[in-house]
């Protein structure tokens, strides 16, 4: 179920010449860039390269070294609290569960925004739990004590309860760590079709290349030195600049339609004069 919103118009945030910086390293050097309604962005890059200060950052959690983040032409540093976690919804890396709580219960704690009155729980926002957890496969989970869970089982659930809160922007960290190969792909493509909905938007972190070329529509690639590039996702996840980023030789393989990027085999030592690879 969507639960109305409270403007008509195309969900866009902007980085506005955005510097991000961790101690004396510059992780992101004057970005510019606008991400609009129905777009999917994997924000890729090497360890440390800050993808998890951006998408902070964007969410307005952490203030950026200079610069500014705007979502709908506001400042997301001047919206109050309540509308903007109507707006967007941010999914943080790993975080632990701090009591025992059945899984439809943790779900729905992400419909707080939408709460009127005294703050209960409507039969409207029940089935909007409801069928998060059904558009991820998780239906039979609902009165699961969500500590029994496994990790992949625990991050799946996260996801629905960020598809819960129901906000056309979602800004997710890491969404498919700790899922096997399957699962990974099942999130992907329920994000996939949650955003064919108007002014609906996704960027989200993300390790595996591979799976970004397929299913994000946009990426956006950190280099961990302040630089970036950003684009459709097929011409920035390319061997060139994806081998310059992670620092490591990468070659893009085909098989019929389809592409795979693959770490480059690099040439054996050679070895000294005299041996040979069977000699002791």
Known sequence: MTRSHDSAT???LSAQRLTLRAGARTLLDTFTH????GEIWC???????GKTTLLSTLAGLLQPASGHVELDGARVADWQPLPLARRRALMPQGAADAFSASVLDIVLLNCFPHLGGWGWERDEDRAAAQAALERL?????AARDVLSLSGGERQRVALAAVLCQDAPLLLLDEPLSHLDLHHQVDCLEALTAWTREP???VLFSCHDLNLARRFATHALLLDGAGGAYAGPARDVLTPELTSR?????LVLIRDGEHEALIPALRPPHKLPAGHDAQSG
């Open 10 to 12: 195309s969900s866009v």
């Open 34 to 37: 606008t991400f609009y309604a």
């Open 43 to 49: 924000i890729a890059g090497p360890n440390g390269a």
């Open 137 to 141: 496969g998780l239906a039979d989970f």
């Open 199 to 201: 002014r609906r938007s």
């Open 245 to 249: 980023a992670f620092g490591y030789p």
